[in-house]
């Protein structure tokens, strides 16, 4: 007789569909994590992922692009994406409040998904304190972000809900 393991939790989370494998970075990488708590999420069907950028309408691969000191987005060349990436929030915001998403796990120093650090706008790699667009949009509603290194407390936060 199997035993069925208990679902990990009633909600929902939102992940950036780059750390599920799927071929959405800017460069092109496949970049899929591995970890036990994402193989149970994964096996419970809770997880709804979704790539703002690709979703806001770019292409993959994509120029790497930055948020600038004065908010816009910006790729190397100068071109602005900003209505791209402000796009795709709108859409990643709509899903998670349609699908009532409490948490979401997005890709760290990304500039629609960063939740703790990003690049400076410079082009260089060197990063500061701060977050995406995605990621500043769904914290205003409301909604816990945490980055790829953070599982146990996304499992943590939506328990205790
Ligand atoms: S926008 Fe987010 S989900 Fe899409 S490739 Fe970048 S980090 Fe991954």
């Known amino acids: ?12 989370i939102l ?3 780059c750390l599920l494998g799927e071929n959405v970075r800017y460069d092109a990488k496949i970049n899929k994590i591995e970890n036990k708590l994402l193989d149970n999420w994964l096996q419970h069907g809770i997880l709804l992922s979704i790539c703002p950028e690709v ?4 292409a993959t691969p994509r120029p790497a692009a930055e948020i600038q000191n004065d908010g816009s987005i910006k790729t190397q060349a100068g071109q ?5 990436f402000t796009a795709g929030a709108l859409k990643t915001l709509q899903l998670a409040l ?4 409490k948490a979401a796990v997005l890709t760290e120093k990304s500039p629609s998904c960063g939740s703790s650090q990003i690049y400076n706008g410079s082009f260089d790699r060197t990063l500061i304190s701060g977050q995406g667009v995605t990621t500043q949009l769904l914290r205003r509603h409301g909604i816990q972000v945490f980055n790829q290194f953070q599982l146990q407390q ?3 936060y939506l328990d205790g809900l």
């Open 1 to 12: 007789m199997h035993s069925l393991k208990k679902a990990p939790s009633p909600y929902k």
């Open 15 to 17: 992940i950036s569909a």
């Open 55 to 58: 979703c806001g309408g770019l």
């Open 80 to 84: 602005d994406v900003s209505e791209a």
């Open 98 to 101: 349609e699908n009532n998403i």
């Open 154 to 156: 996304v499992q943590d």
